[in-house]
């Protein structure tokens, strides 16, 4: 099955379709809970050991211009240019690497959650994913799988939280986590609180 047969027109993963049993997903450790009356409010810290992989590659490509003044054998004026090149294409990407890694040890997701709105607020650092939606508006929710492939042509699946619409479309309301279970306990703690019974959807992860 080729590529563009798996793959549907938003960009999912056609080929982790699959009808699933329901199951009761425990609270993952990184989730903190608060709940009242009509209300929940969930806390998601980012924090993973796989961040630490970002800071090396940050500090590295911050060293090549060092690097390349001293192991260039040039005059100085060349020399400075060589480094000058350098810099500007490799201090921005060490400053990204540095930037995601901060965002993976200090980041967290307070996801609010009431029968009228969802609200979604990431912080300390800006990034992605901040969001007010209407639940009002929800018919269901559910993980799904974004199929991509590597530099080496394998295939990998990411898992993302999505909503279905009264309009009939699917809207991703969560992928701050690489962990389908996180997305797991975070979609029965909505449906929870909303009061949908758990449907399969098509398209949905098993």
């Known amino acids: 099955m080729s590529e563009h047969e798996t793959v549907d027109e938003n960009g999912f993963d056609k080929s982790v379709w699959a009808p699933r049993r329901h199951y009761e997903v425990r609270r993952p ?31 590295f490509c911050w060293m090549v211009p060092i690097g390349m003044y001293l192991s260039v054998a040039a005059d100085r004026q060349l020399k400075w240019i060589v480094v000058l090149v350098m810099a500007i294409i490799f201090i921005p990407v060490g400053a990204l690497f540095i930037y995601v890694f901060l965002m993976d040890i200090f980041n ?62 699917d809207r991703i309301i969560y992928q701050a986590t690489d962990y389908k279970e996180d997305l797991r306990y975070l979609e029965q703690q909505i449906e929870r609180i909303l009061g949908i019974r758990d449907e399969a959807v098509e398209g949905e992860a098993p």
């Not at 508006?137 to 295939?155: A, F, L, M, N, W």
Request: aromatic letters at 8%.
């Open 29 to 59: 450790p990184n989730f903190q809970l608060e709940e009242g009356d009509g209300w929940l409010r969930l806390t998601h810290r980012w924090f993973s050991v796989t961040a630490f992989l970002t800071l090396p590659m940050g500090l």
């Open 108 to 169: 967290r997701s307070v996801i609010h959650i009431t029968p009228r709105e969802i609200n979604i607020q990431i912080k300390p650092l800006p990034s992605r994913g901040n969001m007010r939606i209407d639940a009002q508006k929800i018919e269901q929710v559910y993980c799904r799988g974004i199929g991509s492939r590597d530099t080496r042509g394998r295939r990998n699946t990411d898992y993302v939280l999505c909503a279905r619409m009264s309009d009939g479309s």
